[in-house]
């Protein structure tokens, strides 16, 4: 009888992790998929930003290929975050290069 009762109360527990965990692990990987969702399209726009520039700028050369690196290795939100970060900065200055 005690080893119904204690499976029981192992299945409880489990069940209990469970339901705390798994939609906290759903929303970091939602997380960490819309980050580099955004960082891809960062990366995209300066691209852009970089072919249709008259002239090279060499700090928005340097952010750009941070940004490639970091993008290259993967990683979780934060890294996708920083390589979003690169390559806006990035866009600006190449944007600001066409202006001046």
Do not use: N
């Not at 060499?58 to 993967?74: C, D, F, P, V, Y």
């Not at 390589?83 to 190449?94: I, K, N």
């Amino acid at each position: 009888m005690w080893l119904i009762w204690l499976t029981g109360g192992v299945l409880l527990v489990a069940a209990g992790a469970a339901a705390t965990l798994v939609p906290r692990w759903r929303t970091r990987e939602r997380d960490r998929r819309v980050a580099w969702s955004a960082a891809r399209a960062a990366i995209d726009s300066a691209t852009v930003s970089r072919d249709a520039a008259p002239r090279r700028v060499a700090e928005a050369e340097q952010l750009m290929s941070r940004a490639e690196l970091i993008a290259a290795g993967r990683g979780g939100a934060d890294a996708a975050r920083l390589a979003t970060r690169y390559a806006e900065q990035a866009d600006r200055l190449w944007r600001a290069g066409l202006d001046g």
